[in-house]
């Protein structure tokens, strides 16, 4: 009797022991990178970072220079929304899964002042030396520099050479030329990122900067929103969704499907990143190869050229094992010239400035050097994630006629207003 | 709970000389209840104490009794994510339950090859939900677009539209879980005697008769369990609109908008009330067809 009780209760033991043997839990980035070694694993997304991509080159390059802390990369989503998910998870949760993480320009607030970041006040120097002044501004916090900028970013315009003669400068060029074109040659007039995630985000706020408008004054502390002017880009929106200038399917648009559309040569225009220009100048990959060009993207008056501003930054996450190393390579990625030219040369907007003068014949770089200038900074605040969230939630049906465009502007500026208090 | 239950009562069962039947189950399925408690109570508990709580952020500003609920229930968007939810489950369930049935009584009937369309019939399920789920947004999706060629359709934007993105959802769904009732249907077919069949085919009955009055009555109970598996699941679902349309024209599931407040925008107070809520809707669905099921048991045994 006493026998069965004695394994009654090892049972329980047992079953007790596997439970909290479970809820300790191992993350499964444990398996290689972080823990012991000077292994370093780095958490970033996008088809860069796919195999073959630039993102690749750059951790091989690292390695084999460093082959005592080498760096494998840890691939995350496409989307940068679910990007930001994956790592706020895991850096949420105080884990050192992830020791360099690849962060949008806009997500620097927000980790900062979560206290996920280590800082790089003291490499601050040499970094602010060689970056352009703009993707610099973009890795700081309330003057304090957080991540290593890494690579720039701004829109493009694409075209197609053999349907367009010359590049519009004025939107409603661009519709009209587009819709003509289009009609003709039974394809799309326009792709672009359309749907509900922070690219459709960007393709707004360039349409509403490009009428004019502004979202808050230079030190974030007032909120600018303008209800006529943002009304005015969601009705250009929803005018392109409905006539048809939008593609079919570009609410359902990434930038891999909107690059997928146009080199395969179903459309007229596209409103892409820099990076699509070497996938569809590359014959074995495009059916349009020699056969587009770019240009600075429209506004609605002609003048002057507006982009959102991105880019990727790489910062130390505060749970690294090994933050020495990691800081090594993020400040190395920022500011080696090689590094910085490989970037370049992969139609990934560098943000050292001397790679700028050293590929001017690059029509990329050319470009560049035109748009960066003017690019806007989404406002790179703890909140940016819960206002892009509620364009998304308010801009998104409004363009799609779901939902009155009077009441969603003025939904996300009471909401720009909450944000600040 | 139940370990201090059976500490206390094992001394005095002890002393007995043998155990009763019953009193021996329990004790082999307190470590199983125990582990339960841990696993699953644990979770819900807490889920509920943190709904109690308003929260700035991920930054707790205090107690709130039931704040967040009055704050979710008030909400369009939680109704509609409820609506969406039911409209998806009701549909999905429906037609899962008719085309498993049909598969079940294909599978059932002794023909060569069996195996192979066993197996074959058996490859969606076995696929896991995230990857069916991007399988199918590449097939729905307007670039490639393989749905719209292979229907003759130019450029028709299944996932970018009201209605359509739904039915793309469930589509999938009822092609990835179809099987599943399938396989559970064919169970219950094969408990049913040939003998019945035979002696109501002596007795003249049609085809049609031996499948409403022999079948379908026979079957219930596996019928039941089906549902009851595939509606429980179909109400938490999250991934296929995730992946097919992120939640866009009106496929934002409850588990979807849970995530949303618990990952994209945090909000642990309102994440948990919102994930109760939906705890407390499965519950109820489940509740309501564990009762139909066990009268249904009931009954039977009745009728025998």
Redesign the interface.
């Known amino acids: 009797?006493?026998a069965?009780?004695r394994w009654?209760f090892a049972?329980?033991l047992?079953?007790?022991a596997?439970?909290a043997a479970?809820c300790s839990g191992t993350s499964p980035d444990d398996e290689g990178g972080g823990d012991g070694g000077g292994e370093l694993s780095w958490a970033i997304g996008g088809s860069e970072a796919a195999p073959g991509g630039v993102h690749r080159e750059v951790a091989e390059m690292w390695n084999e220079e460093n082959p005592d802390n080498p760096i494998s990369i840890e691939r995350l989503p496409d989307d940068a929304?679910e990007q930001r998910?994956q790592q706020?998870?895991e850096l949420?949760a105080q884990e050192s899964g992830f020791d360099v993480l690849g962060m949008d320009v806009i997500w620097t607030g927000e980790y900062a002042v979560?206290g996920w970041l280590e800082s790089l006040e003291d490499v601050r120097g040499e970094i602010e030396e060689v970056t352009i002044p703009g993707a610099f501004l973009s890795a700081t916090w309330e003057g304090e520099l957080w991540a290593a900028p890494y690579n720039s970013n701004a829109g493009f315009l694409y075209y197609r050479t053999d349907l367009v003669d010359e590049a519009p400068t004025t939107w409603d060029e661009v519709v009209q030329v587009g819709m003509e074109v289009a009609e003709q040659e039974n394809i799309?007039p326009f792709v672009g990122q359309g749907?509900?995630?922070e690219g459709m985000v960007v393709n707004f706020l360039e349409y509403y900067w490009g009428a004019g408008g502004e979202m808050f004054n230079e030190d974030a502390s007032e909120v600018l929103w303008d209800n006529e002017i943002a009304l005015e880009a969601v009705e250009f929106m929803a005018e392109a969704n409905e006539s048809g200038f939008y593609?079919?399917?570009?609410?359902?648009?990434l930038e891999e499907?909107s690059r997928?559309?146009f080199q395969?040569g179903?459309a007229v225009f596209m409103r892409n990143w820099p990076y699509v220009y070497g996938l569809a100048s590359d014959k074995a990959e495009s059916e349009i190869a020699g056969d587009f060009d770019i240009a600075p993207l429209p506004t609605f008056t002609g003048e002057g050229t507006i982009s959102a501003l991105g880019g990727f930054n790489n910062a130390v996450s505060a749970f690294s094992d090994n933050p020495e190393a990691a800081k090594e390579f993020v400040v190395w990625a920022s500011t080696n010239e090689e590094v910085q030219m490989l970037l370049g040369e992969s139609s990934l907007p560098p943000t050292m400035s001397s790679v700028y003068e050293n590929l001017q014949d690059d029509p990329v770089m050319k470009l560049l050097g035109e748009v960066l200038p003017d690019a806007k900074p989404r406002p790179p605040a703890p909140t940016w994630?819960?206002i892009s969230?509620t364009i998304q939630q308010e801009i998104?049906?409004a363009y799609?006629g779901?939902k009155d465009p009077q009441e969603a502007v003025e939904a996300v500026g009471a909401f720009l207003e909450e944000s600040i208090q | 709970m139940s370990?201090t239950t059976?500490a206390e009562r094992?001394?005095t069962v002890?002393g007995k000389k043998s155990l009763s039947d019953s009193a021996l189950a329990r004790?082999f399925l307190?470590?199983?209840v125990?582990?339960m408690a841990?696993?699953a109570a644990f979770p819900i508990f807490y889920a509920i104490i943190l709904s109690l709580y308003v929260y700035q952020g991920?930054l707790r500003e205090g107690f709130g009794g039931l704040e967040n609920y009055t704050e979710a229930l008030s909400s369009s968007r939680f109704w509609d994510a409820v609506q969406a939810t039911f409209i998806f489950t009701v549909s999905s369930v429906s037609a899962e339950f008719l085309i498993g049935l049909g598969f079940a009584l294909i599978m059932r009937q002794v023909f060569i090859g069996r195996g192979i369309t066993r197996a074959s019939i058996l490859v969606p399920w076995v696929i896991p939900t995230v990857i069916a789920a991007q399988l199918w947004y590449f097939m729905f999706?307007?670039?490639?677009g393989f749905v719209n060629y292979a229907l003759g359709l130019?450029?028709?934007?299944w996932?970018?539209?009201?209605g359509w993105a739904m039915f793309s959802i469930v589509f999938a769904d009822v092609w990835k879980t179809a099987p599943f009732v399938a396989l559970l249907l064919l169970a219950g077919l094969q408990t049913i005697p040939d003998e019945m069949y035979e002696s109501a085919r002596v007795d003249g009955a049609t085809t049609w008769q031996r499948f409403w009055y022999i079948t379908m009555p026979l079957l219930k109970p596996a019928i039941l369990v089906a549902l009851l598996f595939r509606t429980i699941d179909a109400l938490r679902v999250f991934d296929l609109p995730q992946v097919m349309?992120?939640?866009?024209?009106n496929t934002e599931s409850l588990s979807i908008l849970v995530q949303?407040y618990v990952?994209?925008?945090?909000n642990p107070g309102l994440g948990s009330a919102l994930s109760t809520l939906t705890f407390i809707i499965v519950l109820i669905i489940g509740v309501l067809f564990v009762r139909a099921l066990g009268r249904d048991f009931v009954l039977n045994v009745e009728d025998e």
Do not use: W
């Open positions: 009797m006493r069965r009780q009654l049972t329980i047992a079953a007790t596997l439970v479970g929304g998910q706020s998870l949420n979560n799309a749907a509900q995630y593609a079919s399917g570009f609410n359902t648009f499907e997928n559309e395969s179903k994630n819960d969230v998104f049906p799609n779901e | 370990a059976v094992a001394p002890g004790f307190s470590p199983s125990l582990v841990l696993v991920r999706s307007v670039t490639p130019d450029r028709f934007n996932l970018g539209q009201p349309t992120g939640g866009s024209f949303r990952v994209q925008t945090p």
